[in-house]
T-cell receptor, first 113, second 111 residues
Framework: NAGVTQTPKFQVLKTGQSMTLQCAQD?????MYWYRQDPGMGLRLIYY???????DKGEVPNGYNVSRLNKREFSLRLESAAPSQTSVYFC????????????FGEGSWLTVV | LAKTTQPISMDSYEGQEVNITCSHN???????ITWYQQFPSQGPRFIIQ???TKVTNEVASLFIPADRKSSTLSLPRVSLSDTAVYYC????????????FGAGTILRVKS
């Protein structure tokens, strides 16, 4: 049981480049999330998906797009990367049957130069 | 959303009991309170969850007063490995699963 899997783990981008962070969960959870965490800071919600086929903005959605491809997969896309998007990105999923306990992936370290 | 407020940081020594309090004045009737622990370079992981009164598991205890406007995470006899950031999260289906974390509390355990 892998839980929440993110790829890639590390990535360096040049300003203006695009990329997609992939996330998959094997726990049959309905809800999935993307958070970012800047050095020494807390977690900030970028986008979330309460169920397959739906996505909603979180606290800091600007500069990002998401796709809930199916129940398992939730991807995060940076269309034109900026140095301010240098951060650690965490994907997560939750099970509302267990009072929305959240399970996190291991994180993706993104540096934009 | 139920906004949460925690102390920014706390220091303790090995073997002591540590209590971290979270304030959530506008908690909704159906909201649960969940605490997470995050080590450097890792995603947060679940510690404990409760609705009211007291909950205890093998890792911690959670105390919630009758008005549920605050909660206290209690870590018994901490060790150096308990040095981490602790987050309290209040949420439920009322917010459409929009789960927003507060700033968290940095706990430093010293020898």
């Amino acid at each position: 049981n892998a839980g929440v899997t993110q790829t890639p783990k590390f990535q360096v981008l040049k300003t203006g480049q695009s990329m997609t962070l992939q996330c998959a969960q094997d726990m049959n959870h309905n809800s999935m999330y993307w958070y970012r965490q800047d050095p020494g800071m807390g977690l900030r919600l970028i986008y979330y998906s309460a169920s397959e086929g739906t996505t909603d903005k979180g606290e800091v959605p600007n500069g990002y797009n998401v796709s809930r491809l199916n129940k398992r997969e939730f991807s995060l896309r940076l269309e034109s990367a900026a140095p301010s998007q240098t951060s650690v990105y965490f994907c997560a999923s939750s099970d509302e049957r267990v009072r929305n306990t959240i399970y996190f992936g291991e994180g993706s370290w993104l540096t934009v130069v | 959303l139920a906004k949460t407020t925690q102390p920014i940081s706390m220091d303790s020594y090995e073997g002591q009991e540590v209590n971290i309090t979270c304030s959530h004045n506008n908690i909704a009737t159906n909201d649960y309170i969940t605490w997470y622990q995050q080590f450097p370079s890792q995603g947060p992981r679940f510690i404990i969850q409760g609705y009211k009164t007291k909950v205890t598991n093998e890792v911690a205890s959670l105390f919630i007063p009758a008005d549920r406007k605050s909660s206290t995470l209690s870590l018994p006899r901490v060790s150096l490995s308990d040095t981490a950031v602790y987050y309290c999260l209040v949420g439920g289906k009322k917010y459409g699963n929009k789960l927003v974390f507060g700033a968290g509390t940095i706990l430093r355990v010293k020898s």
